[in-house]
């Protein structure tokens, strides 16, 4: 059998840590072969030697048969090897043809030319189903669009083979479904398509094939129709693998934190980001709000937070009204909060374990005493979490976070506001980006929180995780609450259809 | 209209290092290094030459002179992905002590100041120097570094926005990692732009010192940091980079011809606080314009091709 | 030999073999200059300066303390502000406002008696450096105005105005310096005229160096504890390093950067006040159109001093020894801006620094093998 791509004991090193480790990847023509592995398993640094973008220490590259060189992402597209990358790798505040034409513009006499793009893109555009619109600017078009546009970008320079990084990542079920349409008819028209991603559905959906790696080094490949889920996530992990979670029964009781007609203005448009929602948590319970990224979740948070604005409605916790309150007085109310992005607020990444560990203490009596840090004291405190959390790091408390893993910086951010001990845990996309390992310790954690009788708000967009850790499920779509279901009365499908706006339900409070 | 050309030139310099990603707050740096060299050369050879060929000539050892100078930047911001303020100052304090430095060196007795003869002023451009209002302002008593400003604000538009230089140029001070995907040298680019920052900056130090002044004291009072300001006032778009250029060019004219304008010579508000105009008005500015400043995203962050 | 590998692998030892570096390629640029322009005099030139304060004797390491005093000060002013995640180009500006306010009050408030006097110009000097630095601190905070670009408009706009406000308060036209300051307000010699002086004949050519060299170390050791052992500097730091992540914290970033602004001008305010208060035959203002170059030589002693309190305290001294060779690189007909050459070079070379440490652990890692 003919192979279009070939990348043979490809060997690529990082300071500190072999992405890819002697790793044999063979791409038949026309079919979807899926790379399948962990967060770290090495599958983007694998698709980035592909197209150009890093060097291999060691391995060769061969296109149907003959060896090639791949140096940069220009070679890589005279091969016909295009990719679309997780995060899109668009200029926000150019227009979509300038995005598309970027890196092979055409020129008439030292100018920009256009017209004839733009022939090409809209031509292309109806011939694959891709429906864009060229002026639009890329800050202004939804996610779903860019995704078009980077699919465009690949159509345009004729590329015949594509790699697609973790594409579903930000879409709904239903555009899932339809960009698993798009990649079946591209592949009728000859195109190859390599397709990572961590998500067993879609392998079994629609791929022919499938590679696995984990920690840098290849485990097998096989075909996908032969292949049970089961058998993929060991291959994947290495060891059997639970995908339910276990709890006992919620046991909701009081009302803990109660949010009502909430509006939070939107800093891009007229529109409101949150519009008048009302929902509220009791203690010993687990509702988890699910939406699809840019929904208004992230708004909402920061308002409950205190980290962003509110334009009318009320907050309470434990009775008390928190509207209008400081951060710091939201945290001493025993609010804890697992922000969306440890990075930018969840962690000082310069600072050390322990100093991340305090964040929130460090102007307690405890630790302080006339303004002076009482570093004993601290000290005592990080050994403590580190030993009952489990986090792991090259010098203990002393270890600066920036050099720590993803996995163990978040769960320094867990330990944090959980021994918080709080009336509220918010928790945003706790498992991001984390290998199956943490994820299940995370969610262990959060149904020990549950089952101690504190109030948990959890936002997810991983149906799998909102399915099976939540006791309540609310699902927002464009500022708004569209549901009110229990986990065991619904369906993925239906939840989808809520998130994307395609069904609502009347929400009673 | 003597005040504003040079910051025309350097605000449009510091554009296009800016829109490619490198901040560049050397400019008042190279503005010094490009009008020494201008100026020295003009001193050494006004005994052989006179006219606006010494002039032109000289336009173009300033020019040279600032990309040389700016290559340093570069290679600091770029190869060594250095902190960008930290390099830029650095050049800001070379550029006077190695003016003073060589000049005391090379002139006899030692003197630190350089003196020239302007000898380049066009009393009156035939035809066009009769217009009314518009002749008396932009071709009576100028100089053709007045018109050469204009025609670098002509081509930096058309650069910027109509070639394929510009869109990359632009692409890599947003986005330089979705230029580097689509095969893109962000380094190359951004070397560009600072080299014509650099050449933009050397000859707005020579278009300063020439119409304003008989001798070049290794200063040019602050005039690169305006250009910054008329930059980001200009929201780094030519046009309005014009329109800042000749509002900062308007009150330093204030300030200095004070003294001819009757009812604020009247006021005895001294020089000093003349001098300070300029300057308080930036900050004015700044103040009001900077809430919703869309900088170049990109700006002042070395590009790592490993960060993803 | 794990220990040894360890120590050079570790943060404190790279960061402060850059610094060595940069300070090397520095010197030897200068003498590359100095080469240039005379070369049958540049060995001996180059000894001078590295020679430095001692080139004169007793009297020129007094010289370098005294010289040092503002810069400590200066270069806490930068430091403190990059710690803290600014940049405090502004510091010439601040020096020279607090300048003016201590000669002012030195000249002018001769009603209060020593040692109040000088205290008082001291504490004003401080004061009105903050001052200068609160607008840029403001406008930063809660306009999102860059602060360099701020900062450099306040040091021409304090320039102007200290000049201007000498000439119709406290000037000497026959000079064309500020006054003398009244003897109460100059600051004493605390012991130090005993050491520092070189013997002419009968009479002692003392140095100005004085007491504000106690104060500047005194200083510089309290901003140590406060960075690093309070929960005041606990909160700094975390806004310089992210300011999203201290508001989650529920710290006031805003005010926070407008407060460490203003303490950063207060350092540089006092480093004016130090250096003008030392008596008739110290230093008086000049009234140029030049900005302060203590302000900027702040810049190269806080990164060379890595930011650190104690660092900075050296490397301050080590700037002065420099340039007080330099003055005296004038008597070989070399024009002694080339030290201000050598210090733009050393600040252009630790910019490198960067490079330089992530280069060294690298190399040795390589050599280690893989540590996971």
């Avoid at chain 1, 011939?127 to 002026?135: A, S």
């Avoid at chain 3, 010289?67 to 710690?83: E, Q, R």
């Avoid at chain 3, 730091?237 to 602004?261: D, E, H, P, T, W």
């Avoid at chain 3, 035959?281 to 190269?300: C, Q, T, W, Y």
Wanted: charged share 15%; proline share 3%.
């Amino acid at each position: 059998m003919e192979y279009v791509i070939e990348m043979l004991n490809i060997t690529k090193a990082f300071p500190g840590i072999i992405a890819n480790d002697d790793i044999t990847l063979q791409l038949r023509k026309g079919e979807i072969h899926a790379l399948l592995g962990e967060n770290g398993a090495g599958k983007s640094t694998l698709m980035s030697v592909l197209f150009g973008l890093y060097k291999p220490e060691k391995g060769i590259i061969k296109k149907e048969g003959n060896v090639v060189k791949i140096n940069n992402p220009n070679d890589a597209n005279d091969l016909g090897i295009g990719m679309v990358h997780q995060h899109f790798k668009l200029v926000h505040n150019f227009t979509v043809l300038q995005n598309i034409i970027l890196g092979v513009e055409t020129t008439k006499g030292g100018f920009l030319e256009m017209e004839e793009p733009r022939k090409k893109v809209l031509a292309l555009s109806e011939q694959y189903g891709l429906k864009v619109d060229p002026d639009a600017l890329i800050e202004d078009i939804t996610v779903g669009m860019q995704q078009r546009v980077e699919i465009l970008k690949m159509l345009y320079r004729d590329n015949e083979i594509l790699i697609f990084d973790e594409p579903t990542a930000v879409l709904t079920p239903q555009e899932i479904e339809e960009l698993m349409k798009i990649m079946r008819g591209l592949t009728e028209e000859g195109k190859s398509i390599l397709f990572i991603t961590h998500k067993l559905n879609e392998i079994k959906a629609v791929a022919d094939r499938v590679t696995v790696l984990r920690k840098g080094k290849y485990v097998g490949t096989v075909e996908v129709c032969t292949t049970s889920k089961e058998e993929m996530s060991e291959m994947m992990v290495g060891r059997k693998v639970h995908f339910a979670v276990e709890k006992k029964a919620s046991s909701s009781g009081v009302v803990t934190f109660e949010v009502k007609n909430l509006v939070v203005p939107s800093k891009r448009s007229s529109k409101k980001a949150v519009n008048n929602v009302s929902f509220d948590v009791r203690k010993g319970e687990i509702v988890c709000i699910a939406g699809i990224d840019g929904n208004g979740q992230s708004e909402l948070v920061y308002a409950l937070t205190g980290l962003g604005p509110v334009e009318s409605g009320h907050i309470f916790l434990k009775g008390k009204e928190i509207t209008k309150m400081s951060v710091r007085d939201r945290n001493v109310l025993s609010m804890s909060h697992i922000p969306e992005d440890r990075h930018k607020d969840g962690l000082v990444l310069d600072y050390t374990l322990s100093e991340n560990l305090i964040l929130k203490k460090y102007y307690t009596p405890q630790y302080q005493h006339n303004g002076f840090i009482r570093f004993n004291e601290v000290d005592a405190y990080a050994e403590r979490l580190i030993k009952e959390f489990d986090i792991r790091t090259g010098e203990g408390a002393k270890t600066i976070v920036r050099s720590m893993s993803g996995g163990n910086q978040q769960k320094t951010i867990v330990a944090r506001e959980v021994d918080y001990d709080p009336e509220i845990l918010i928790a945003v996309q706790p498992t991001r980006g984390l290998d199956v390992g943490a994820i299940e310790y995370i969610h262990k954690q959060l149904v020990e929180q549950r089952d101690a009788g504190k109030a948990v708000l959890l936002i997810s967009l991983e149906l799998d995780e909102v399915m099976n850790v939540s006791d309540r499920i609310l699902v927002i779509f464009e500022g708004e609450i569209v549901a009110d279901l229990k986990p065991e009365e619904t369906t993925i499908q239906e939840l989808g259809l809520y998130m994307s706006g395609s069904k609502r339900k009347e929400v009673a409070i | 209209m003597f005040f504003a050309i040079p910051l025309l030139i350097v605000a449009l310099g510091g554009v296009f290092t800016e829109r490619g990603g490198v901040t560049n707050i050397a400019l008042d740096g190279m503005m010094i290094m490009g009008a020494f060299t201008g100026i020295f050369f003009i001193n050494q050879m006004e005994g052989q030459m006179s006219g606006q060929l010494l002039l032109i000539i000289a336009i173009l050892i300033s020019t040279v002179t600032g990309i040389i100078f700016s290559l340093l930047h570069a290679y600091a911001s770029i190869n060594m992905k250095s902190d960008q303020i930290i390099s830029g100052t650095a050049l800001n304090m070379f550029a006077p002590a190695f003016a003073i430095f060589t000049a005391r060196m090379i002139q006899p007795n030692g003197v630190q100041q350089i003196q020239f003869i302007n000898s380049f002023r066009i009393p009156k451009v035939p035809v066009l120097g009769d217009i009314p209002i518009l002749g008396g302002l932009f071709f009576q008593n100028a100089y053709i570094t007045t018109y050469l400003g204009f025609i670098i604000l002509v081509i930096s538009v058309i650069v910027l926005y109509k070639t394929k230089f510009g869109l990359r140029l632009r692409a890599c001070g947003e986005h330089p990692h979705a230029a580097d995907s689509v095969g893109i040298n962000v380094y190359k680019m951004r070397y560009a732009g600072v080299m014509i920052s650099g050449a933009l900056a050397g000859l707005g130090g020579l278009v300063f010192v020439v119409p304003t002044s008989t001798n070049f004291n290794a200063t040019v009072s602050g005039y690169g940091f305006l250009a910054l300001a008329v930059m980001i006032f200009g929201q780094w778009k030519p046009l309005r980079v014009l329109f800042a250029a000749l509002f900062f060019g308007l009150m330093k004219t204030v300030a200095s011809a004070y003294s001819v304008i009757p009812f604020l010579a009247m006021t005895a508000i001294p020089s000093d606080l003349y001098k300070m105009v300029p300057f308080i008005a930036t900050l004015i500015v700044l103040a009001f314009s900077s809430k919703a400043s869309q900088a170049p995203r990109a700006v002042a962050v070395p590009y790592d091709k490993g960060s993803r | 030999m794990k220990t040894v590998r360890d120590f050079i692998l570790s943060d404190a030892f790279n960061k402060t073999a850059a610094s060595v570096f940069a300070i090397v390629i520095g010197l030897v640029f200068g003498f590359i200059v100095l080469l240039v322009s005379n070369s049958s005099e540049a060995v001996h030139g180059f000894g001078i300066i590295l020679n430095g304060g001692f080139s004169t004797g007793a009297k020129g390491m007094g010289q370098v303390l005294y010289f040092a005093t503002p810069l400590i000060l200066t270069g806490l002013s930068v430091g403190f502000a990059f710690k803290t995640g600014l940049f405090n180009i502004g510091a010439p500006g601040q020096f020279i406002m607090g300048a003016f306010t201590a000669v002012y009050i030195g000249v002018q408030w001769t009603f209060l008696p020593a040692p109040l006097h000088w205290i008082v110009a001291l504490i004003a000097a401080a004061l009105v450096g903050g001052l200068w630095a609160l607008v840029p601190g403001i406008l930063k905070a809660y306009m999102n105005v860059h602060e360099v670009i701020s900062t450099i408009m306040m040091n021409y706009i304090g320039m102007y105005l200290a000049n201007y406000l000498v000439k119709v308060s406290i000037y000497d036209f026959k000079k064309g310096l500020s006054m003398n300051v009244a003897d109460s307000a100059v600051l004493p010699k605390g012991g130090l005229d005993y050491i520092f002086y070189n013997p002419l004949g009968t009479v002692k050519d003392m140095s100005t160096v004085n007491c504000g060299i106690y104060i500047a170390i005194a200083v510089a050791i309290i901003m140590y504890f406060v960075i690093n052992k309070t929960t005041f500097g606990y909160e700094l730091k975390a806004c310089g390093f992210n300011q999203n992540a201290s508001r989650y914290a529920g710290i006031n970033a805003q005010l926070n950067v407008v407060l460490s602004m203003v303490i950063a001008g207060m350092l540089a305010g006092l480093g004016g006040g130090l250096l003008y208060l030392s008596g008739a035959s110290g230093r008086h203002i000049k009234v140029v159109d030049v900005l302060a170059i203590e302000g900027f030589n702040g810049i190269p002693v806080a990164l060379l001093g890595l930011s650190n309190p104690i660092g900075i305290i050296f490397a301050a001294i080590f700037i002065s020894y420099i340039t007080v060779g330099g003055n005296f690189l004038q008597t070989l007909n070399f024009v002694p801006e080339v030290i201000d050459i050598i210090i733009a070079c050393i600040i252009y070379f630790s910019a490198f620094a960067l490079y330089f440490r992530k280069l060294l652990p690298r190399l040795l890692k390589k050599e280690r093998g893989d540590k996971e």
